[in-house]
């Protein structure tokens, strides 16, 4: 049977350019003509044609399909040749396979982890939401004159923290000082009330003048970590708005509704009190986040001892799996202290003998700390010290200490006896066994989690009973009582009101 360019097109399911185009380049050598010039097709060119669509679908470049097809014409002694070309298009195709799956799996898994971040996300908006609407309900109960710029001022604040107000930290605390100065005298103890997203309100009156400058770094520290979103704190408001609707405030929707109209005139920006709740309550605070607020008598401390010393050195132990680190790291966001890590006295192998091993905390290497550390601890002046790797058993770099008021060593072991006499202040870190075991779990797998239990957890608890660890220290802090927070165990909010 034959065909025409237009009928072949049709069959082939191409257009009649690219049929001129494939025998044009040589794609298709051999097309007869009729007497008057026009292409006449085959059953075997039809075959032909779908062969090198198929081809130039599966990406072979026309150079190789023009050799191809000159390989076809060649006959039967030109099949080894035929099947070579085949064979390495094939390859190729497989290897592209093998890569398309490969990126494939990747994508799912990357989609799956977007899937999961979203999932999150909306859990976390939703505790937050939830939080919230009992910041607000607490709120109008405990100030029933509470205008919607009260409110918004509260939102403002749980999403942007009070930073707006800082200059610099040097006028901040002259702020600080102009306004305590103008507060009645009290001798309250000075409390703090939640504000949401882990914020709270320090309230002013019964602060000493001594403990200005120390509010003053926390909250200068605090501002700096919140960022907050215009996005969010507009969420936060449609759900401010939704609350003044079913009637949960002491203000009604149209009443917030005619503020918000005003307030987005205004430009949105942070706003003071209002007058009316000013004169009811004459509020007086710093926003501080909670985690250090419910620390405010050691920072207290901790500055006690700069001022008389000139320099500060703080020691942080305790059980595995209690915070020890991410305790630390409060050091470095209010001081910028450096930290020394006591997984970097890891005890090498040499040393590792039964005797030792033995001992109470003979499983890190005190000799070397005293020798490396001890000297630049007490100077307050820049040092180093080689960093043991665990996962290398060998001494991997070092870590630069620069000269700092504050110095903070983190770890299990940093109180031992023989070098208790470099510290000024000893803070020890706990949690409930369930919840220590939980955070190891989750932190470290099933595998590791059970050496903790047969040898790690064992050899702590023993240092801890031989040396009466827990009993030197007067922070004993516990970080199962409030999520994000170090509670120290003599009250939930140490000696603080809430």
Known sequence: MEYSIRDMAKQAGVPAHVLRYYEKEGLLPGVERAENGFRRYTEKDLEQVKLVCLLRETGMPVAEIREFAALEQGGGEKLPQLQALLDRHIEKLKEELRAAERNLSLLEETARQFAEQGREYEQTERREFAELREVLLRQAEKYPRLCPQDAVKLIYQNEFGGGHIIASPESSLRFLREETARLSHTEQVPGWEEIGGGLCRLELRGLSEEMLPTVNRLFVAGAALQKGQGDSFWRKITLLEAMAKEGALPFGEEELAEYLRLYRIDGCHMVSHSRRYREEYAPAYRILPIRYAVLLPLFLEIDRVI?????????????????????????????????????????????????????????????????????????????????????????????????????????????????????????????????????????????????????????????????????????????????GCFVPQDGETGGMER
């Open 307 to 483: 001022r008389e010393k000139g320099r500060a050195v703080l020691a942080i132990d305790g059980r595995c799996g209690a915070g020890k680190s991410t305790f630390a790291e409060l050091f470095r966001e209010v001081y910028q202290a450096p930290i020394l890590h006591m997984d970097d006295f890891f005890l090498p192998p040499a040393l590792r003998t039964p005797e030792r091993l033995a001992e109470p905390g003979g499983n890190f290497h005190r000799e070397r700390f005293l020798e490396e550390a001890a000297a630049g601890l007490q100077s307050g002046g820049g040092f180093s010290y080689r960093v043991f790797d665990c996962s290398r058993m060998d001494y991997y770099g070092s870590r630069e200490i620069p000269p700092s008021m504050l110095r903070v060593v983190e770890g299990s072991y940093s109180l031992h006896p023989e070098l208790a006499g470099l510290y000024d202040i000893g803070v020890f870190v706990t949690c409930p066994p369930d919840v220590q075991k939980k955070r190891i779990f989750d932190r470290s797998g099933p595998a590791l989690y059970q050496r903790f239990l047969r040898e790690w957890i064992p050899m702590e608890e023993r240092y801890f009973e031989t040396f009466g660890i827990r009993r030197q220290c007067r922070w004993i802090l516990d970080s199962s009582v409030l999520a």
